[in-house]
């Protein structure tokens, strides 16, 4: 049981390149979360998945896209990649629903610099 | 403004010494609170989770408290260790709400 695993750990980019950030979940969770994290900054939550087949926004949305390609995978996508993206990115999973524990499981994180 | 306010934004002590950190919140309607440990470099790891109901849990050397009617909690580590050294998150959930609301946390250094 890996729990929630992310790909890549560490990435730089130039500005104006794109990339996808791979995450994965085997607790059968049905909810999945991006996150960014800067210093002296709460989580942010960019998007996430309430269920398989549908995402939503969260609050700083601009400049990423999500896929849940499965209930198992949840993708963020930076199209093009600016250095206000520079920040280390977190995936979590929870299952949300009645008489769960609430938990949340985050990933162990990828550092991404954009230059 | 961020609905979850944590204090102190860092502090140092001696192993061996007890600390308490603060968290006040408005999130509303309350559902649950979280206390993770992030250690640098790492995602964060829960402590405890605390229901309405509830007004302390403790996990090891762990305790945190809540006070649902002053939105208030706190977590108390006893008898610090230097593997205590990392940053504290509190967070909490809306009910029926997916989104969490963090707290910029607190950041613990253990000196020997």
């Known amino acids: 049981n890996a729990g929630v695993t992310q790909t890549p750990k560490f990435q730089v980019l130039k500005t104006g390149q794109s990339m996808t950030l791979q995450c994965a979940q085997d607790?059968?969770?049905?909810?999945m979360y991006w996150y960014r994290q800067d210093p002296g900054m709460g989580l942010r939550l960019i998007y996430y998945?309430?269920?398989?087949?549908?995402?939503d926004k969260g609050e700083v949305p601009n400049g990423y896209n999500v896929s849940r390609l499965n209930k198992r995978e949840f993708s963020l996508r930076l199209e093009s990649a600016a250095p206000s993206q520079t920040s280390v990115y977190f995936c979590?999973?929870?299952?949300f629903g009645q008489g769960t524990t609430y938990e949340q499981y985050f990933g162990p994180g990828t550092r991404l610099t954009v230059t | 403004k961020n609905q979850v306010e944590q204090s102190p934004q860092s502090l140092i002590i001696l192993e061996g010494k007890n600390c308490t950190l603060q968290?006040?919140?408005?999130?509303?309607?309350?559902?649950?609170l979280r206390w993770y440990k992030q250690d640098t470099g790492r995602g964060p790891v829960s402590l405890t989770i605390?229901?309405?109901?509830?007004n302390t849990k403790s996990n090891g050397r762990y305790t945190a408290t809540l006070d649902a009617d002053t939105k208030q909690s706190s977590l108390h580590i006893t008898a610090s260790q230097l593997s205590d050294s990392a940053s504290y998150i509190c967070?909490?959930?809306?009910?029926?709400?997916?989104?969490?609301?963090f707290g910029a946390g607190t950041t613990v250094t253990v000196r020997a």
């Open positions: 979590a999973s929870r299952l």
């Open positions: 607790m059968n969770h049905n909810s």
């Open positions: 998945s309430a269920s398989e087949g549908t995402t």
């Open positions: 968290c006040n919140y408005t999130v509303s309607p309350f559902s649950n």
């Open positions: 605390m229901t309405f109901s509830e």
């Open positions: 967070v909490v959930s809306a009910s029926n709400d997916y989104k969490l609301s």
